[in-house]
Every structure is written in structure tokens, then in C-alpha cells.
């Protein structure tokens, strides 16, 4: 079954241009910028949650892969107020969501190296998880004080 386009191309163009930020249909690198980021939550954050703007801007390159990184599962066609819903529904359930996702991701991209027999991958994730450990402990700890 063929799915339509949901949000058009030319609906994300026209809220970018609104927004005054650059043109998301666009993007090849999933990269925000933090200026953008911070426009973007200015625009959705009208409880005044406390999120940090690094964080969100982190999300909001995460969340991209709901965009055009993935044809067969775009959803939002890189719409930067529907990516950014996105990340703030994440941040209503916790606030180190993402760091808890990272450490979920490595973990299973360290598992597969593994499993295909990688210890150059294997290392690099390993790694890469003990950072990603411990910025989500940093986190938890934040959130405690």
C-alpha cells in the first residue's frame, strides 16, 4: 500500500521560512544548529519546561531519522516543529532520555560486534559506552540535586 505525503515539502519550507531558520528539506548532515534549536523551542516550549538547550538540540538530530534520512519511514518530512514535538514528548517522559537512548543504541551495536566476530567494533563501542554511561550517570545525578 503506497502511503500520501503527509506534511509536503513545500509546508516544511514554508515553516522554516517563517521560523526564520534554514531550509530542513534540505539537510544532508542531520545537523541543528543550536541557534536553530533554540528558535524551535522557544516556539514549542509554552509551559516554560526547564530544557536544557543543548539537549534539545541533541534530540533534535536524533529524532531527524523521523525525517528524510530514511524514505521508507519518513514521517515528518523533516518538519522542525513536528521533529521538535517529537523531542519534547521524549522530554515529558524523562529528561535524560537521550542519553539513555544512546546507551541503549551502543549497547546493541556492541552486541552485533560480537556477534560478527569485530574487536576493532568492538572496542570502539565498548569505548563509546563507557562515555555514554557516564553521561547518563551525570545526568541521573542532576536530576537528583
Not at 541533541?58 to 529524532?63: A, H, R, S, T, Y
Request: negative net charge; aromatic residues 6%.
Amino acid at each position: 500500500m503506497e502511503l500520501p505525503e503527509y506534511v509536503t515539502r513545500e509546508e516544511v519550507q514554508r515553516v522554516c521560512k517563517l521560523l526564520n531558520i534554514s531550509d530542513w528539506t534540505r539537510l544532508t548532515d542531520g545537523k541543528v544548529s543550536l541557534e536553530e534549536a533554540r528558535i524551535i523551542l522557544s516556539e514549542l516550549n509554552p509551559e516554560g519546561m526547564d530544557i536544557d538547550l543543548e539537549r534539545f538540540r541533541m534530540g533534535l538530530e536524533v529524532e531527524l531519522e523521523h525525517g528524510i534520512q530514511f524514505k521508507d519511514a519518513n514521517v515528518t518530512n523533516n518538519h522542525p516543529l513536528l521533529t521538535g514535538k517529537i523531542v519534547i514528548a521524549h522530554f515529558k517522559e524523562m529528561l535524560d532520555y537521550y542519553e539513555r537512548l544512546e546507551v541503549a543504541e551502543l549497547e546493541g551495536d556492541l552486541l552485533k560486534a560480537v556477534l560478527a566476530n569485530k574487536p576493532e567494533k568492538v572496542e570502539s563501542y565498548y569505548k563509546r559506552l563507557v562515555k555514554a554511561k557516564l553521561a547518563l550517570s551525570q545526568a541521573e545525578n542532576a536530576e537528583l540535586k
